[in-house]
Each structure stands twice: as C-alpha cells, then as structure tokens.
C-alpha cells in the first residue's frame, strides 16, 4: 500500500470538512493517508508543540510515496507551499487539486513555482483518476 502525504489548509472549519472528504476518498482507493490536522496535531506538550508537529509532518513526508496539495484560497496556504517544495526537493511526485477558479492573472492559476512543482487536476475525480494509476 502506498503512502500519501495530504498537505492542505486545515484553518476553518470548512477547510477541514474537504480534506476529512478528500483523505476518505483517496483511503477508498487503497492508499494510507498523512493528514496534518488529525495525525500531528493532537500533542498535549505546550512547551515543544511546534517542534514535534514539525518532526512529525517532516517524517510523514519522507515516508510519502506521494504528496497530494489541495492549492484553493487566493493562495496557495504558506505550509502547504513549504510541504510542496520540500517533497518536490526530494523527488517525490507532487499532485495538485485546485478546486478554486481563480486565477493569478498572467501568473496563472496559482504561483509560477507552485505550478511547475506539481501536476495539477481541477477535480477531485480528476485526481483519484491519476491516483489509481500510480498504485
């Protein structure tokens, strides 16, 4: 079974409904997946709470066969661009789904190095398609 790593914006409530949906449809189809918000962020010690977030996401990455970014919002959150970079630095393959229609204009649809570092699909059946084949 492969293991995908699932970086997303995880702030409000609505945020974390779409990845809870998306990481459920992706376990459909036969992988393990990382989600930040359930599986490091329930540490109890205030005092090294970022550093053990932090090494716990750092290690789920490098166990990742894949990462999945959801890119939606004005911009791409500011950790899942971290997230990206650092799986794309690996060599890791790097899927995109960006749900949101806006655009940056001349830019493109998100930020020029976002958008070369990943493959990028507008739908989530879209993605799942692309999963199934990299079983």
Known sequence: MKNIYLAAS??????????HKLRDEIKRE???VFL???????????????????????DAIE???ILVAVLDGADVDSGTAWEIGYAYAKGKPVLGLRTDFRTLGIEGTVN???ERSVVLFTS????LDRLRTLK
């Open 10 to 19: 995880l702030f409000s409530e609505a945020e974390c409904e779409f990845n």
């Open 30 to 32: 036969g992988f393990s």
């Open 36 to 58: 930040p918000q359930e599986d490091s962020n329930n540490i109890k010690d205030k005092k090294n709470r970022q550093k053990i977030i932090f090494d716990k996401n750092l």
């Open 63 to 65: 166990n990742s066969d």
């Open 112 to 114: 020029l190095m976002i």
């Open 124 to 127: 989530a059946p879209e993605l």
